[in-house]
């Protein structure tokens, strides 16, 4: 347990000291974040604050998870790694959008289908690898089943697998991305997910079906290859979010850009995948998904009626322009977000209990 403890920490800590570095060095750069001129009018004055933040979480996250094993002795495990690998190559594209964004001064940013081409290979090559080296138990990083609080019904086969893979990546990572509109809004509901994985990776490491020998009842163990190390990757970006946040939360100092929304969006399925909870995420991730249907509903309603349901999508700009405040938008959300993770977890232990 103190590899959760470390990665936490030094996330943190990272992420504290570093956050600061990274807002000078952008800030000279003139890497200033583009504000759309149909938005909030009180966001105007947010035009030029440093984006790609998302750097700091993404390499504090990476840093922390290696600094663990080294000061441990524990080795990585491939789900681990996979979760990390999904989060940096999703970044990765998030990283060139923002750049074009800002540096070559075209508003849209990557191409729609360049920067679908590159979450695709990434989504692919992660779903393609997590079903490959098996441990001595037979099992995967993911498994073919679908799963809530673990795997239920028959295989779908690794072809289905590989697009329901992608679906969840594309999914949560335009979730967090919708959701990164408000200052520290996105960073404090992922920083709740992450630590409700953190306790999931935990509890199916003692519970695992790896020490059934030991176990009251063998029949409510988890069939996940690598829990443990779940936890630690989960805490290390529970940790580097929270030190994110000193400088993300109103008045922001510094944004996450698509950097940083494309790499929590991916990791928050990766983590999803690898510890066979799919369908318990759009729960633990309930105003992610919340505000995804605020838009699918906004463009649907207009497409179909003419008319729009919200004064404007996503979700917490409806209620900025019915005159509530940032930063009560922002804690408001933070305790529907609180409320879908104390649920989700409650449905999780609720899911162990009936095996029982």
């Known amino acids: 347990m103190r590899q959760i403890l470390f990665a936490g920490v030094i996330g943190m800590f990272l992420t504290v000291i570093g956050t600061p570095l990274l807002i000078k060095l952008l800030a000279r750069k003139g890497y200033g974040q583009f504000i759309r001129d149909d938005g909030p009018r009180g966001h105007l004055g947010k035009k030029g604050t440093p984006t790609m933040g998302g750097i700091s979480f993404i390499l504090a996250t990476l840093i922390a998870y290696a600094l663990t094993k080294v000061l441990t002795g524990a080795s990585p495990s491939l789900s681990g790694v996979l979760v990390l690998f999904l989060m940096a190559g999703m970044g990765l594209v998030g990283y060139l959008d923002d750049y074009i964004k800002i540096v070559k001064r075209r508003s849209l940013g990557l191409r729609a289908k360049a920067k679908m081409a590159g979450q695709l290979i990434v989504g692919v090559a992660f779903a393609v690898l997590a079903l490959q080296f098996k441990d001595a138990r037979g099992l995967a990083p993911a498994s073919m089943k679908l799963s809530f609080v673990n795997d239920f019904g028959w295989s779908i086969g690794p072809v289905l697998f590989v697009v329901w893979a992608l679906f969840m990546i594309l999914a949560m990572s335009n979730g967090v991305n919708l959701t990164d509109g408000l200052d520290g809004l996105a960073t404090g509901a992922a920083v ?118 919200f004064r404007m999508a996503p979700l917490q700009h409806h209620f900025e322009l019915k005159g509530w405040s940032e930063v009560l938008v922002v804690v408001r959300f933070w305790i529907i977000q609180g409320m879908c993770v104390i649920v989700g977890l409650g449905l999780f232990y609720a899911g162990w209990a009936a095996d029982k």
């Open 192 to 309: 709740m997910v992450f630590g409700a994985y953190t306790f999931i990776g935990v509890w199916q490491f003692q519970e695992s079906c790896a020490n059934a020998q030991t176990l009251t009842n063998p029949n409510a163990c988890f069939e996940v290859r690598d829990p443990l190390d779940l936890a630690v990757v989960a805490s290390a970006l529970m940790g580097a979010c929270f030190g994110f946040l000193w400088w993300n939360t109103s008045p922001a100092k510094i944004f996450m850009g698509d950097t940083g929304s494309l790499a929590l969006g991916g990791a928050l399925a990766g983590l999803a995948i690898c510890s066979r909870t799919e369908f318990l995420i759009a729960l633990l991730g309930g105003l992610f998904v919340l505000i995804t249907f605020s838009v699918v509903i906004q463009v649907g309603s207009f497409r179909l009626t003419g008319k729009r349901v």
